[in-house]
Nanobody, 122 residues
Framework: QVQLVESGGGSVQAGGSLGLSCLAS????????MGWFRQAPGKEREGVAR???????IYADFVKGRFTVSRDNAKNTLYLQMNSLKPEDTAMYYC?????????????????WGQGTQVTVS
């Protein structure tokens, strides 16, 4: 059974940093394309970053240079380091796994989702 459990969200002042984690179970994380998405109230879910099976990464323009996606294969865990946070980064952040090794950074390409973790920047 595939499970994704996010942690690390919270409240931070603008300019601060937060690190999110996503513990995966039921599959080998390194064999899949993994992504981070976010959804603010009243807005559609949008892609933040993704890392494919060979470690290649893609970032949304609005987080380039500020966020870093990575994974620890031994821990089967995905990470998102967020620096220089802005109030507009406030959202529920979701970890997602695709059934494939390389996909576009769009919600429809991902098949499994975590429950989300709230990030609030003031």
């Amino acid at each position: 059974q595939v499970q994704l459990v996010e942690s690390g969200g919270g409240s931070v002042q603008a300019g601060g940093s937060l690190g999110l984690s996503c513990l995966a179970s039921g599959f080998t994380l390194s064999n899949r394309c993994m992504g981070w998405f976010r959804q603010a109230p009243g807005k559609e879910r949008e892609g933040v970053a993704r890392i494919d099976n060979d470690g290649s990464t893609i970032y949304a323009d609005f987080v380039k240079g500020r966020f870093t996606v990575s994974r620890d294969n031994a821990k089967n865990t995905l990470y998102l380091q967020m620096n220089s946070l802005k109030p507009e980064d406030t959202a529920m952040y979701y970890c997602a796994a695709s059934a494939f090794r390389w996909v576009l950074l769009v919600p429809g390409s991902f098949h499994y989702w975590g429950q989300g973790t709230q990030v609030t920047v003031s």
